[in-house]
């Protein structure tokens, strides 16, 4: 079984958006996933609202560190933001590393529409680059 590994700072958004998406979009007989951060800040709830959208209920997962084991075992790493690359451990020697390098819509300022319609502009850009690993 692949396991894939989604990476961002604080696993609050985008790691867990793609964590979410890759339950519902990849085949579940092939793949592991999982998502982490090199920082923990909770789960965010505007990430649990955009993804309710579209049918996925992300309310469920938490926001954990990266597991050292899990890392060292995972056939794909998935880095969602500049901080992630810059500051996650070395990537072991065979592992595939994609970096996405998407805004952080948490921080994101405006009205809670302006807000949410970031959200929705990352959770687009993570869907189709979750497509793109099928």
Known sequence: ????????????????IA???????????????RSAGIETHGLNPK???VMAEE????SNQTSDLIDMDYFNQAD?????CGDAKDHCPTIPKG???LHWDLQD?????GSDEEIL?????????????ILALK
Not at 19 to 33: D, I, N, R, T
């Open 47 to 49: 990430a649990v609202q």
């Open 95 to 97: 592992v595939t590393h």
């Open 1 to 16: 079984m692949k396991k894939i590994y989604f990476l961002c700072t604080g696993n609050s958004c985008r790691s867990q």
């Open 76 to 80: 794909l790493i998935v880095t969602l």
């Open 105 to 109: 819509p948490a921080q994101a300022v």
């Open 55 to 58: 049918g996925i209920d992300i």
């Open 19 to 33: 964590e979410g998406y890759a339950h519902q979009l990849l085949p579940k007989s092939e793949v592991e996933v």
């Open 117 to 129: 319609a970031e959200f929705r502009k990352t959770r687009g850009l993570i869907k189709k680059n």
